[in-house]
């Protein structure tokens, strides 16, 4: 399942980071690596941009960009 699709309130463990070049960078920059556990909180009223809630911090991601990370759903 990719990022974009994850429902709101879910928890997921990221487990894949794509893109190429600039892009990747950016994306791992922000602390989305591997092994994260990630949360969708808020949706924009269109769809897009999503809000996350990632290391502790919230963070606002285009669902073009959220496509390219793979997650799993964390099972409580």
Do not use: F, H, W
């Amino acid at each position: 399942m990719t990022l974009d699709i994850l429902p709101l309130g879910q928890n997921a463990v990221i487990t894949a980071v794509g893109g190429e070049g600039p892009l990747r960078c950016r994306l791992l920059d922000m602390g989305l690596i591997p092994k994260t556990t990630v949360r969708v909180e808020k949706v924009a009223p269109l769809g897009d941009p999503i809000e996350l809630r990632v290391r502790g911090y919230a963070l606002s991601l285009r669902k073009e960009d959220a496509r390219n990370i793979e997650v799993e759903v964390k099972q409580v």
